[in-house]
């Protein structure tokens, strides 16, 4: 089943929002109040079988429950069952290309529109909705059920047990559907309380059997292999009393990621016919190689590259805040949540120019600001710069700001892609060439350009400001990365000297040369040249030096920009 379509209204902080999935894999990324678990609980409620979720008034968008919540979701690649005569087949409609039509043109794929309204009175009503009906008609629990639609969250113990709506029932199911596993699971559980002798019925020690082979696929190993039973501890808790066990042990005393990896290797198995998952953080509970070995396994044998909404058996649409997720995936699996102040939620894609930055600088996408430096020492200087604000009770996390790895001539390019997306976006950058948006271009667009004066770069702007204390260090520094005698041979050439005019005392060297500008521009160009603080190490090593010297600088064009960084920093969103 896929999810063609979402239209949420005034439920939790989302006022409206209109969502068309571009593809059958999607992780939703934002800002943490975006409402990305409200678009997942959105769908998840619209879509799931259960017939009293329990709303409140916490539940409607500003606590007003003058207005309805509505939730309306429209889904194709729906079950036989469902879309037959004697079910809901005269009530689709058709979803193409270019949306929704109630009468279906070619091209177009079956659909089923359902709708959640939940009014002041708080009780649910589910129905399907088509322009050709004079009203809405309500669907059942039961038919909502054949929708195979799994919302995996923080608590996933219930899917661990043969309890209504989980996992391991539907994966347990037999011909005669999930009201019969349940009775059996029922009786199986009354017949050990009641201290009995009990057969567990086949479905149920095939179904605990299939767990484990499937949990193997996700390094989820069983030590004494995986067994119903009952779980006399979770009589008293949301779980069903008859659970899965591994050996006498029942799993929901495992680990948080074990766990959700089990249930997502079971839903997965589901969803081989036809489903979609809801997963809110994809990462909670797991270690970097299980994120990227789940990751894999739940999009194997997919091209999200190049397909498009209407190929594939299932619909896998998560949330995350982990920079180990966005690594492994591409932009095109990437959508950008975003929230005005008045409650509108779009869903937007990310464009290609950021590729790249998703494995260089993944952190950049998880906060509200993005500071987007052009090269490594940019990165390392400002990193520094944030340690010592940091002391002062202005730290970038606190001000909800990342960096970004600008890369050089694509700095300008992905400043204004970050701006296109919503960020609030400065650019930290030389001044030695022409940029591409224009400095004017970006400026209007409400990007914070900041560059050194006198057409320099970062290395030559630091190397022109700080004190002559501070240029000994760098030199020292420089040494620590190559050595004294290479130093002193490069400066030597840059200057038209011999290498024995540069004594053993580095704060004689400036002498050699015939002022202390000439001396300062030449070491300038070959640490250029020479890439001694190309990166970020190196960079963050200069920063600290910049920091050590800060109050002595304080008329410098390089401290006055280090200023503009720290009061962008300050800006209200």
């Not at 494995?359 to 390392?380: A, H, N, Q, Y």
Request: with cysteine.
């Amino acid at each position: 089943m896929k999810l063609q379509h979402l239209k949420v209204s005034r439920f939790r902080g989302i006022r409206e929002l209109d969502w068309t999935p571009p593809s059958d894999f999607i992780c939703l990324i934002g800002a943490g109040d975006a409402c990305k678990s409200a678009i997942l609980d959105a769908a998840d409620l619209v879509l799931s079988p259960r017939w009293n979720p329990g709303f409140d008034d916490s539940d409607f968008f500003g606590g007003d429950t003058t207005q309805p919540i509505l939730v309306e979701a429209t889904v194709s690649a729906l079950p036989i069952e469902l879309i037959s005569d004697k079910k809901w087949g005269r009530q689709t409609r058709g979803w193409g290309k270019d949306g929704l039509h109630d009468e279906p043109i070619e091209g177009d794929v079956e659909a089923l529109t359902i709708r959640l309204t939940v009014g002041a009175d708080l009780e649910p009503q589910w129905t399907v909705v088509n322009d050709r009906l004079d009203e809405p008609i309500r669907i059942r629990a039961q038919d909502r059920e054949l929708l195979g639609v799994a919302r995996l969250g923080a608590f996933v113990d219930s899917h661990l047990s043969w309890s209504r709506n989980s996992v391991l029932t539907r994966l347990t199911e037999s011909s005669q559907g999930i009201s019969s596993v349940l009775a059996s699971a029922a009786r199986a559980a009354k017949a050990v309380m009641a201290g009995g002798q009990v057969v567990t019925p086949k479905s149920l020690t095939d179904a605990a059997s299939k767990a484990e082979e499937l949990g193997e696929s996700l390094a989820v190993p069983s030590q004494h292999g995986f067994t119903p039973n009952l779980d006399t501890a979770a009589i008293g808790v949301s779980a069903g009393a008859l659970t899965l066990h591994d050996g006498d042990v029942p799993l929901r005393r495992a680990g948080l990621g074990t766990k959700r990896l089990l249930a997502l290797a079971m839903q997965r198995q589901l969803s081989k016919a036809g489903g979609i998952l809801l997963v809110d953080e994809v990462e909670h509970g797991l270690e970097p190689h299980r994120i990227k070995r789940l990751l894999r396994s739940l999009r194997s044998g997919r091209d999200h590259m190049t397909k498009g909404p209407f190929g594939g058996n299932d619909h896998v649409v998560m949330t995350t805040h982990s920079p180990t997720v966005l690594q492994e995936l591409s932009v095109h699996e990437l959508e950008l949540v975003r929230r005005t102040n008045d409650g509108a939620v779009s869903v937007e894609p990310l464009p290609t120019i950021l590729q790249s930055l998703l494995r260089r600088s993944p952190d950049s996408f998880l906060g509200r600001k993005v500071i987007v430096c052009e090269g490594k020492t940019e990165m390392g200087v400002t990193r520094a710069l944030d340690d010592m604000w940091a002391g002062s009770g202005e730290p970038f996390a606190l001000m909800g700001v990342n960096l970004a790895y600008g890369n050089g001539s694509e700095a300008p390019g992905i400043a204004d892609s970050f701006k296109g997306l919503g960020y609030p976006t400065a650019l930290l950058c030389d001044s030695d060439r022409d940029l591409s948006p224009s400095v004017d271009e970006m400026q209007k667009r409400g990007i914070e350009v900041i560059q050194w004066s006198g057409g320099l770069r970062i290395e030559q702007r630091i190397i022109n400001d700080l004190p002559t204390a501070g240029v000994n260090e760098l030199i020292q520094l420089a040494m620590s990365y190559t050595s004294e005698d290479n130093v002193a041979t490069v400066l030597a050439e840059a200057l038209g000297k011999a290498r024995s005019d540069f004594g053993p005392s580095i704060e004689e060297w400036s002498k050699v040369a015939n002022s202390q500008q000439t001396f300062r521009d030449a070491l300038a160009k070959v640490a250029d040249a020479r890439k001694w603080f190309k990166s970020e190490g190196p960079g963050e090593a200069i920063g600290k030096i910049v920091v050590k010297y800060y109050e002595e600088i304080k008329d410098t064009d390089l401290r006055i920009k280090l200023e503009q960084v720290r009061n962008w920093t300050r800006k209200k969103i």
